[in-house]
């Protein structure tokens, strides 16, 4: 029974993460990308705060949550930084696909910068990712132009970024709470991004969003259910369930996305797309089965 619920839990929390790209682009209708991702990383950062109050996390090593709030200057910083550049001139479908090579990368990573050996058939994976990738992006990236080639390759920058975030984590942050770890690294995310948009306001006024209650209860509310509510769930369920099933809950993120990129924004896929995002998702769900000393979260972006 508690295995059942820790995999409604993950899969919940798949949705929810899935429903990030597709959210953050229609946001961006009504306000500048920038301005929508640091409303709803500060929003998820008050979030675990609260999360981190209620549990009654007791700091015992100060000199390591500082260590883990530089690190949140690669991610959430850097990589949403890039994330906001890059979905206000790409779709979310490709968004979506981009970001779900994550695990993948961090095997590529871990074992180039490393020498680590994450098991047997990794390099593999990673290319058939890359292939499944290239058929759902190449073509039409290039057919729509420049700017949504150009957005392409500032999310998938971001999404290195955020593996390679995983990465240094395993290194440098042992025995911390994971929600207090993910607060600082929002809140030094959330600094970074609010800092850009003030620069950004400065340097070009036009882009000035002006803020009414309704944009910052959506933004808010954006924040809690695809960054922070996810998270939560999938730090229960990682608790109660096997390496697998997480695994499985994680490859399903990029189909959620799809679908509800599909139902919500009205994007569509080409025949030729839709095989390259399922090659991609055999890749992570094979990948799911490697032994890895890596605790993947997904746009948490932890």
């Known amino acids: 029974m508690k295995q059942h619920r820790g995999f409604v839990a993950i899969m919940v929390a798949a949705v929810l993460w899935g429903a ?43 000199s390591r949550v500082r260590i883990a709030a530089a690190i949140g200057i690669v991610e959430p910083g850097v990589a949403y930084l890039l994330f906001a550049l890059g979905i206000a001139q790409t779709t979310a479908s490709s968004a979506t696909i981009i970001d779900s090579l994550q695990p993948l990368v961090i ?23 890359l292939c499944g990738t290239g058929l759902s992006l190449g073509l039409n990236s290039i057919s729509l132009g420049d700017a949504r080639l150009a957005g392409d390759t500032l999310v998938g920058l971001g999404m290195i ?35 850009a948009a003030v620069l950004l306001i400065w340097a070009h006024p036009a882009t000035f969003w002006t803020v009414n209650a309704r944009d910052i209860v959506l933004i808010a509310g954006a924040g809690v259910l695809t960054m922070g509510m996810p998270f939560l769930l999938y730090i229960t369920a990682v608790r109660q369930i096997s390496g697998g ?43 799911a089965r490697i032994e890895t000393n890596y605790q993947y979260v997904p746009r948490s972006l932890a």
């Open 20 to 62: 990030g790209w597709p959210v953050l682009k229609l946001l961006t209708k009504s306000a500048p990308a920038l301005e929508v991702m640091f409303g709803e990383l500060a929003a998820a950062s008050v979030f675990a705060g609260v999360v981190t109050a209620v549990r009654h996390v007791k700091v015992r090593d100060w």
């Open 107 to 129: 095997l590529l990573i871990a074992a180039l910068a490393f020498g680590e050996r994450s098991g047997p058939g990794a390099l593999p994976l990673v290319v058939l990712g």
């Open 161 to 195: 970024m955020a593996a390679l975030h995983a990465v240094i984590m395993k290194r440098a942050v042992v025995e911390l709470d994971a929600v207090l770890v993910t607060t600082v690294q929002h809140v030094t995310g959330a600094c970074i991004l609010g800092s």
């Open 245 to 287: 099933l997480a695994g499985i809950g994680i490859a399903f993120i990029p189909i959620s996305g799809l679908v509800l990129s599909a139902l919500f924004v009205g994007e569509r896929l080409a025949p030729i797309q839709v095989a390259g995002a399922v090659v991609t998702v055999i890749a992570l769900v094979a990948a």
